[in-house]
């Protein structure tokens, strides 16, 4: 029997193998290193070059929302600096307006052309719309701080609102000073048809023009164009429609509106031509005959200066009061004078009595008025004052 031949060990087939793989690594290595050496550098530096690049990219976000929200801030610290200019600007023309109306208010309504203005806007109406106390200058834009990040939408949103309100304020502004130039133009008209009714020419009293003509067609104020310099414009209107409504309302204090005895009186013989009562033929009347009882008080129409207190004449014992602008007034046939020349006189002081002295048929008053020393119907100016009268009892 024959003996059965050695099978090689496992080992040996595997020292074989991995010898093998040994060899064939370390000829790749030799042959190919160069190559596997630039992949991996390559590899390397595409991996680094992209992670800066994401370094870069999001350093370069960072900046622009850093940009982005200190511009914000800056932009919304400016709206809040020209609000308080344009709230201080506000609180300015509110004053301004508060002045106008108390000087339209203080001034007594001669015609009544003045309404109340109850009903218009007040200055402290608006207290509810300032940004801040009323005390103090505005801050300068560069010492505003900037605005809190986390409340910068709230601001935002609060001074949105805060600038629409602004507006509404500025609109009101508007319509308020138009309502006051308009109520002062009435009074002005009003006062200037009131003097010409008596006869007058309104433009005798009239302040000195300029040089320069002035003139052109009458545009009356729209509230919400009065912005800006169209305010100041709208407001020096206004002032100057006032203080011309307050000189007339003097000139119209000094006019003989009143009437010169108390309570209803006759007018037993009117201005003008007439048949004289002694000759019986045509003659002009100067003045109003008013029947009244002998010894009742004759009282000044208007205030002024006496000129004459003495017997003339026809005219009895007579008084004459200067009231200025070329206005005077005579009380004749009086049966006593109680002032003197020279002496200063208001309106409804007594100045004496009627009686019937000189030229009289009877106990009455004869009463005038002159404008330059000529005489003028006195029955205009007592339906004037009566006009007054009665607008000062339906504002009562």
């Known amino acids: 029997m024959l003996p059965r031949p050695r099978r090689p060990a496992p080992w040996l087939a595997a020292g074989l193998a991995l010898a093998l793989v040994w060899a064939l690594g370390a000829s790749y290595l030799i042959v190919f290193h160069d190559d596997v050496l630039a992949g991996f550098v390559a590899r390397q530096a595409a991996l680094r070059d992209a992670y800066e690049a994401r370094i870069g990219e999001l350093q370069d976000r ?56 109850s009903d218009g806007p007040r200055s402290g109406g608006y207290d509810g719309l300032l940004l801040r106390p009323t005390e103090g200058p505005a801050p300068a834009r560069s010492a505003i701080e900037p605005l809190p990040r986390r409340s910068a939408r709230e601001a935002e949103t609060g001074l949105i609102r805060l600038e629409a309100r602004l507006d509404g304020l500025q609109a009101a502004q508007g319509e308020r000073l138009a309502r006051l130039s308009a109520q002062a133009g009435d009074a002005v008209r009003g006062l200037r048809g009131l003097i010409g009714r008596t006869g007058l020419d309104p433009d005798r009293f ?57 309570g209803a009186s006759i007018v037993s013989s009117p201005f003008g031509t007439r048949l004289d009562p002694f000759t019986r033929g045509l003659a002009l009347h100067t003045g109003l005959d008013l029947k009244a009882e002998y ?6 129409t208007a205030p002024g200066r006496v000129v004459t207190a003495e017997a003339a004449g026809g005219y009895g014992n007579m008084v004459e009061i200067d009231h200025g602008h070329g206005l005077t007034t005579r009380f004749g046939h009086l049966a006593r004078i109680g002032v003197r020349p020279g002496q200063r006189v208001a309106a409804g002081d007594v100045i004496g009595s009627v009686g019937s002295t000189g030229r009289s048929t009877g106990a009455h008053l004869h009463y005038e008025t002159r404008i330059d020393g000529a005489p003028v119907d006195p029955q205009r100016f007592l339906d004037a004052g009566a006009t007054v009268a009665t607008a000062r009892l339906g504002a009562d």
């Not at 919304?76 to 506000?90: D, G, I, S, T």
């Not at 209107?237 to 006032?242: E, V």
Request: zero cysteines; glycine letters at 10%.
């Open 295 to 300: 010894g009742e008080p004759a009282r000044a």
């Open 62 to 117: 960072l900046d622009r929302d850093r940009r982005d929200r200190v511009g914000s801030e800056a932009g919304l610290a400016e709206r809040v600096a020209a609000a308080l200019e344009r709230q201080a600007e506000l609180e300015r023309r509110t004053a301004a307006l508060g002045d106008l109306e108390r000087q339209a208010l203080s001034e007594p309504s001669t015609t009544g052309a003045l309404p109340d203005r």
């Open 206 to 262: 009239d302040a000195a023009v300029p040089a320069a003509g002035l003139g052109g067609p009458l545009v009356p104020l729209n509230g919400r164009a009065l912005d800006g310099s169209g305010f100041a414009e709208g407001l020096a209107l206004a002032r100057r429609t006032l203080d011309d409504g307050e000189r007339l309302r003097r000139v119209a204090a000094t006019l003989p509106l009143a009437r010169p005895i108390r």
